[in-house]
């Protein structure tokens, strides 16, 4: 129980440490998303200038097909953890009314949001999935701790007790046996 006790102890301080090398990722992920979300509100901005709400919305958008993602998995102490990557390959896109540079600006910024979305949304994952797994090796590491071993010392500190109290018996049994010839 002991040895269940040290592996989850050190299972806990491997998944804190893959927190927060993902966590890591994430935030810089995250720095590189705010930088992408500026940059498609501009055009987005631009867009409407130039077409109108009702023009931009009219405006046709990449296929769903334009984006492919790439998902690898990996697995650490039984948690599986995903790495994803989005590339856009060729697309088919039908023609639009009134082309403009600002609407095919608009399209590539959130083309490139959707991709980097993409890969956040798989280190969420990631995150969720190794903090659901260190909260419970917590809770099994704590009841280990406070419960478990605690009440294995108690029984054997009293089986030690009385194994000394039987050999305590059993030396004094010797001793006060009367010789067999005696009587």
């Not at 002991?2 to 102890?9: A, I, K, N, S, T």
């Not at 804190?16 to 995250?30: C, F, I, N, P, Q």
């Not at 600006?105 to 949001?113: P, V, Y």
């Not at 704590?142 to 009440?151: H, I, K, N, S, T």
Request: glycine share 4%; proline share 4%.
């Amino acid at each position: 129980m002991h040895e269940g006790y040290v592996f989850l102890d050190e299972k806990c301080l491997l998944l804190a440490g893959a927190m927060l090398r993902e966590l890591r990722r994430y935030d810089e992920a995250r720095g590189r998303l705010r930088a992408l979300q500026s940059q498609a509100a501009l055009v987005l901005a631009a867009s409407v200038r130039r077409h109108g709400l009702q023009g931009l919305q009219c405006y046709p958008a990449l296929s769903q097909d334009a984006i492919a993602l790439h998902v690898r998995q990996s697995v650490l102490l039984n948690v599986p953890l995903l790495y994803a990557s989005a590339t856009r390959g060729p697309a088919a896109v039908s023609e639009p009314a009134y082309a403009s540079p600002e609407a095919e600006d608009c399209r590539e910024a959130f083309s490139a949001l959707t991709q980097h979305l993409a890969v956040m949304a798989a280190m969420s994952g990631n995150l969720e999935r190794l903090y659901r797994d260190y909260r419970r090796s917590v809770r099994r590491v704590r009841a280990l701790q406070d419960v478990l071993l605690p009440e294995l010392d108690h029984n054997l500190n009293e089986i030690e007790t009385q194994l000394e109290e039987l050999e305590r018996d059993e030396a004094l049994g010797v001793r006060w046996k009367p010789a067999s010839g005696s009587y």
